[in-house]
Each structure stands twice: as structure tokens, then as C-alpha cells.
């Protein structure tokens, strides 16, 4: 597997079903966004309940909204795009939440997404165009994070399994994971080397949950069984606490599963248009993604993103059915399955399917993972070994990067920013501060070219 992308793969030259399918995606996103129904940012979707109650105003729900996105957008979104040529959640979605909550009218809310939409497929391919130009391209530089990403990406089950299960199960997870990786380069070399290792450590975690959880509830009927014996009460009853009827919790999430369910058209229209732009094979949903689907490589692009989508089914569904707002991209499955439908036509129908199933799904799904502790726990670790991981592997990267752009003086820039971004409290979200580093980098380095202060290595 190639280390750098090809300078071509960068196109950000998209065809005219392309755009369209763009722009009227984030036409709609914003729409959905307006009417509270849905949007990308999970920290975002917790606010959701007290605007839609109206103890929250437009403007301060606009104001979190910025707040948590526009380093994500800017720092994250916009360099992965022109780096690999393919959008990204980050870069079509977040915007457009701000957008549609911003918006003071129903109408204004889907012009305002399809104008971002625009600037996304006619001003990204010109800024593309641009750097490329530059004595110092970083675009071309910031294609080294293609290798650290998509291999420490691959650790990410053994990280959650170390955390919810102890070293030792993390270790012999560990070993097992770079024995596959090993194996499957030296057997299948047209692979992504990570696919194999990363369904078995995702599996093999969701196995522990489930046997765990399994064993807790063995052990609480039988305790339950003893102390009906002995003439009293499972504690759960004498606390009232299996009475949903006294739950206000579950008086929410029905309130708010039914809200969702009124609009499903609405939602089948979205995972229909979702599924459409990822089978156009010009987005992808993660970073890792990101940098598979500019290489061709949708097979290994679906698999990444499906085994990803577990760490994130338990908090989409216990954020929507707490707060009314769902996911635009809903449980995320439908980005591997467009990678891998034949037609955008199929891929439409397929995605309006999928949306449905989720939405009718919701309150079900809440009620299974009120029973699985260890499952939603296991979320949990996913959510944040996936952090960990890709946090190391941009921040790795983007160092390369700076080392090609300007040597030491690249590194100690980039780097520079990046510790000063650490210091000053991170007004850059980590995860986006290095790539935003090394454009800031790249930018300061022609400047000095100009200057006649610097030299641009070659090759």
C-alpha cells in the first residue's frame, strides 16, 4: 500500500450529479437542522432538548453549535478534503447545523446550506488549485498523514479492550491484532493490512461485553431467586424502579422517539441522500476513510467505517431519544453501505431504508442497551481508544508533513503551534490543531520564501 497518495487523486473536480447531489444534501441537512430534527455534532445534540422546549434561544443554541464545530471545520475538515480530495463529515455536516440553527426562517434555512454546499464543490478545487502552486505545498505535504492514520487506526480495539478489560486481555488482544496485520500483508497485499485485525479486536470486545453482561444478569436472578425464597423483594421492585409508567426518563424518550417517527419521510429522504454522496465515492466518513476512498479502496473504506459505527450506535440513540435530535448521518452505517452499492439509485433506496429502520428502531434499541451495561460501556471505550489513536496519528503526521514542507524549521513551527495551542487551553480542539498547524505552517514558510528567508526543499 502506497504511503502517499498520487498528486491526481487530490482533484477536488467533482462532475455535475456531484454537486447537485452536494448542494441539495446540504440544503436539506440545514433544513433538518432548522427544525431541530437532527444534526452531526454529538456534543451539540445534549443542547437540542432545551431549544426544542424553548428554554434555549436560536441565537445561544447557534452560539454552542459555532462554538464546538468550527475547529473541527477548519482545523480538521477543510485540510483532510484538500489533502485527499474527499469531503468529509466535518467539512458538508457541521457547517450546516450552525447554518440551519442560525437560520431565523423555515426558507432561508435550506439557502443558506445549499450556499455552503456551493462554496464546498466551486471554492475548495480553486483554493486546491492554488496551493498546489505555492514554492511550499502543503496540500502535497499533509498526504503524509495517510500511512500513520490508517495503521495506528487499526490499534483502536486494543486500546478499548485494555481499558474496559485490564492488560492482560489487552495485551494478548494486541499481540493477536499485529500477528493478522502481519499475515494479511504477507497474503493478501492488495488488502488495507488493518480490515482483518480490526474485526477481530471489534468482535472480540463486543464478546467480552455481552459474556459479561450475560454473567451480571445469570447472577441477579439468582440472587433475585434467593431472596424471593427468604420471603422479601428484588431490590429493583421495592424501589419502584421497574414501573416505566413512573420513569419520567422513559416518558422522554418515548415523547421523543414518537417526534422522530412523525417525520420519518423526512429522515428516509436524508439517509436516501447520505447514502447517494457516499456512493459517489468522493466522500468519506472518517479520516482513515478519507484517505481509503481516495486510494479506491471502498471495500476496506466500508469495513472501517462499519466497525467505527459501534462506538457511536449508544450515544447517537441515548442522545436522540433524550433530546429529540437525531443523527444526520443516523447510526452511520449508511456511509459503508453506499461505499459498496453498485448505482445511486440503489444506494438511495437502500438509504431511505436504512434511516427507516433506525428511526422506528430507536426506542427498542434504548431499551436493549438499558440492558447491556457493559455494551454501552464498551461504546464508551470505543469512542475514546478512536480518539486516542487517531489523535497520536495526526498529530505524527502532521510532524512528517512539516518535515517535508521545511525541515527542522517546518517541525519546529508546526510543532510550535501545536504546543502553544496546548498551552494557551486548546482554543483549537487537539484533535484538529496539528493539520491546522501545518497549513498555518506551510503559509509562514512561503511568506519567508518570498522574503528570501527561506528555501523550500526539494523532492
Not at 106 to 113: D, N, R, V
Request: glycine share 12%; net charge neutral; hydrophobic share 55%.
Amino acid at each position: 500500500m502506497n504511503s502517499v497518495l498520487a498528486a491526481s487523486s487530490t482533484d477536488l473536480e467533482l462532475s455535475l450529479a456531484q454537486q447537485l447531489t452536494v448542494i441539495a444534501l446540504c440544503a436539506l441537512t440545514a433544513f433538518i437542522s432548522h427544525m431541530a430534527l437532527a444534526v452531526f455534532n454529538d456534543g451539540v445534540r445534549p443542547f437540542m432538548l432545551d431549544f426544542i422546549q424553548g428554554r434555549s434561544t436560536r441565537s445561544a443554541t447557534t452560539a454552542v453549535s459555532f462554538g464546538l464545530s468550527a475547529g473541527f471545520i477548519f482545523g480538521l475538515g477543510a485540510p483532510m478534503a484538500l489533502s485527499t480530495g474527499v469531503l468529509n463529515p466535518w467539512l458538508v455536516f457541521l457547517p450546516t447545523d450552525i447554518l440551519g440553527i442560525l437560520s431565523p426562517k423555515k426558507w432561508i434555512a435550506p439557502l443558506l446550506g445549499g450556499a455552503w454546499g456551493a462554496v464546498v464543490v466551486f471554492g475548495l478545487n480553486g483554493a486546491n488549485s492554488i496551493a498546489h502552486d505555492l514554492p511550499v505545498d502543503f496540500l502535497t505535504a499533509l498526504q503524509q498523514m495517510s500511512t500513520p492514520i490508517l495503521f495506528l487506526f487499526t490499534l483502536f480495539p486494543v486500546l478499548a479492550i485494555t481499558k474496559q478489560f485490564g492488560r492482560l486481555r489487552g495485551g494478548i488482544a494486541a499481540v493477536v491484532e499485529l500477528a493478522l496485520v502481519v499475515m494479511t500483508m504477507k497474503v493478501w497485499p492488495d488488502i488495507f493490512p488493518g480490515s482483518i485485525a480490526m474485526a477481530v479486536g471489534v468482535l472480540t470486545l463486543i464478546g467480552f461485553a455481552v459474556n459479561k453482561d450475560l454473567a451480571q444478569r445469570k447472577a441477579d436472578r439468582a440472587e433475585a431467586a434467593k431472596s424471593a425464597a427468604a420471603g422479601g423483594l428484588p431490590p429493583e421492585v421495592k424501589n419502584g424502579a421497574g414501573d416505566d409508567a413512573e420513569d419520567p426518563m422513559a416518558s422522554l424518550f418515548g415523547a421523543s422517539a414518537l417526534r422522530l417517527r412523525r417525520h420519518l419521510p423526512l429522515f428516509m429522504l436524508l439517509g436516501a441522500g447520505v447514502c447517494v454522496l457516499a456512493q459517489s465515492h468522493v466522500f468519506g466518513g472518517g479520516e482513515a476513510t478519507s484517505f481509503l476512498i481516495a486510494k479506491g479502496d471502498y471495500a476496506e473504506a466500508a469495513q472501517v467505517d462499519f466497525y467505527r459505527a459501534f462506538g457511536f450506535v449508544p450515544l447517537i440513540a441515548t442522545t436522540a431519544l433524550a433530546s429529540g435530535a437525531y443523527g444526520i448521518a443516523g447510526f452511520t452505517f449508511v456511509y459503508p453501505i453506499g461505499y459498496l452499492m453498485p448505482n445511486p439509485f440503489i444506494a438511495a433506496v437502500v438509504g431511505a431504508t436504512v434511516f427507516a429502520l433506525e428511526v422506528l428502531a430507536l426506542s427498542s434499541i434504548g431499551k436493549v442497551l438499558g440492558k447491556l451495561p457493559s455494551v454501552r460501556d464498551s461504546s464508551e471505550h470505543l469512542r475514546s481508544a478512536i480518539g486516542d489513536a487517531l489523535g497520536l496519528a495526526i498529530l505524527f503526521g502532521s510532524l512528517m508533513a512539516a518535515n517535508v514542507m521545511g525541515g527542522g524549521l517546518g517541525i519546529l513551527i508546526v510543532g510550535g503551534l501545536y504546543l502553544l495551542n496546548e498551552s494557551m487551553g486548546r482554543p483549537v480542539v487537539r484533535m484538529a490543531a496539528a493539520p491546522a498547524a501545518v497549513i498555518v505552517g506551510g503559509v509562514l514558510l512561503n511568506i519567508l520564501y518570498w522574503l528570501d528567508l527561506f528555501t523550500p526543499i526539494k523532492g
